[in-house]
Structure formats: structure tokens, C-alpha cells
């Protein structure tokens, strides 16, 4: 059974910060991981989406990385805002012989201070 | 723009009313899902369908069905809405399974449900 953990569960950075979350799974079997961004009360964006043949994904101020074999991806913010405060989730997609499921971790809550 | 839509975003229910959630697609996406999200807690998929064909969780309750009449829409029914279904419900679309599924799933904003 895939498992996703997320860590740390809550930070809280200044303004203008680089900082990372970590994702982590336990079943290397996937097919593609992705990041999303959920505010308070709201649904989820996707953020970044990496392949399993891919290492890292960007967009912007965001960085995703994915190492498959150690089963760890992270996100990286370059300079932080305090609009970059919200929930951040990974979740994986197995590979799987029916359906398609994303299995996801509990979040990181981030924010940003002015 | 392509998106997915979640109607209400509010709905607020009696204890064992039943109350349907919408949700349409304009992607044309094959696959719909319906996940249930609780406070500070990860998304839950309850099931989805592949066109016609309905996938259920294994430990999705049987309080809960879902319909696809067409392509774009899909409806989450709760027969007998208890305090413990209260959450908020998300709504997803993807091009297909496995393989097909490599752009990832978009998700509605969501709707947030209130048992009373």
C-alpha cells in the first residue's frame, strides 16, 4: 500500500526566504507525481507535475525534484511572498493494472510573513 | 476556459437528507473522480468513473453513490447525509488512466458540505 508523508507539517517563514518541503512514498512503482497548492476553503491548483523518467520540473519561483529509486520528491520556493502562504500536498499516481488513483500526503501548511 | 465546476460551493444539509453534488467538465476529460476532503486532512477518493464505468473504493461507504449521465457531468449523492459526512468535496478530471493520465488531474474548487 503507497504511503505519502510530508514533512514538516507547518512553517512559517519570512518574507524573501528559499525554503523546501518534502515529500516522501513508499512504493517506488509510480507514474507521475504532482504538487498542488490548496487555500483555505478552496480546491486544489497543481503546481508542478513530474514524470517518473523525469528528475525535476519548474515553473516560475517553484522547483519540483523527484528521486524515484529513494522515493523522495521536494519543492523548492525561491523567495518566498506572503500570497505563496497556503497548503501545499504532493501525491503520486501508481502504477496500476485498473483505475488511477493519486494516493496524497497530509500537506505542508506554509506561511509566509510580511 | 476549460475547467472543472462544483456547484454549490456551500450546501448545507439536514441529518439524513439527501443531498446531490454537481459537478461538469468542459476538458472532456475520460475520467471523473470524486475525492472527500476533512479538516487538515488529505484528500480521500471515494471513486471514479472511466467513461461509463464506474470504479468504487473499497471502503467508500455504501451512503454513497455517483451517477455520470454524459461525459461532462458528474453528480455525488449522499442518501442519508450523518454528521461524519460533513467536509468538503472535491471534484477531478483526468484524460484517462495509467499511461493516458500523464498531465495530471485538475480538481473544482470544491464544495463544502454542512450536515446539520
Known amino acids: 500500500k503507497q504511503e505519502v508523508t510530508q514533512i514538516p507539517a507547518a512553517l512559517s517563514v519570512p518574507e524573501g526566504e528559499n525554503l523546501v518541503l518534502n515529500c516522501s512514498f513508499t512504493?517506488?512503482?509510480?507514474?507521475?507525481l504532482q504538487w498542488f497548492r490548496q487555500d483555505p476553503g478552496k480546491g486544489l491548483t497543481s503546481l508542478l507535475l513530474?514524470?517518473?523518467?523525469?528528475r525535476e520540473q519548474t515553473s516560475g519561483r517553484l522547483n519540483a525534484s523527484l528521486d524515484k529509486s529513494s522515493g523522495r520528491s521536494t519543492l523548492y520556493i525561491a523567495a518566498s511572498q506572503p500570497g505563496d502562504s497556503a497548503t501545499y500536498l504532493c501525491a503520486v499516481r501508481r502504477r496500476e493494472t485498473s483505475g488511477s488513483r493519486l494516493t496524497f500526503g497530509e500537506g505542508t501548511q506554509l506561511t509566509v510573513n510580511p | 476556459d476549460a475547467m472543472v465546476i462544483q456547484n454549490p460551493r456551500y450546501q448545507v444539509t439536514q441529518f439524513g437528507k439527501p443531498v446531490t453534488l454537481s459537478c461538469s467538465q468542459t476538458?472532456?476529460?475520460?475520467?471523473m473522480y470524486w475525492y472527500q476532503q476533512k479538516s487538515s486532512q488529505a484528500p480521500k477518493l471515494l471513486f471514479h468513473?472511466?467513461?461509463?464505468?464506474?470504479?468504487n473504493e473499497a471502503d467508500t461507504p455504501d451512503n454513497f453513490q455517483s451517477r455520470r449521465p454524459n461525459t461532462s457531468f458528474c453528480f455525488l449523492d449522499i442518501r442519508s447525509p450523518g454528521l461524519g459526512d460533513a467536509a468538503m468535496y472535491l471534484c477531478?478530471?483526468?484524460?484517462?488512466?495509467?499511461?493516458?493520465?500523464?498531465?495530471?488531474?485538475?480538481f473544482g474548487p470544491g464544495t463544502r458540505l454542512t450536515v446539520t
Open positions: 512504493d517506488s512503482a509510480i507514474y507521475n
Open positions: 513530474i514524470q517518473s523518467s523525469q
Open positions: 477531478a478530471t483526468s484524460r484517462g488512466t495509467g499511461r493516458l493520465a500523464g498531465d495530471g488531474q485538475y
Open positions: 468513473y472511466y467513461d461509463k464505468d464506474f470504479n
Open positions: 476538458l472532456n476529460h475520460n475520467v
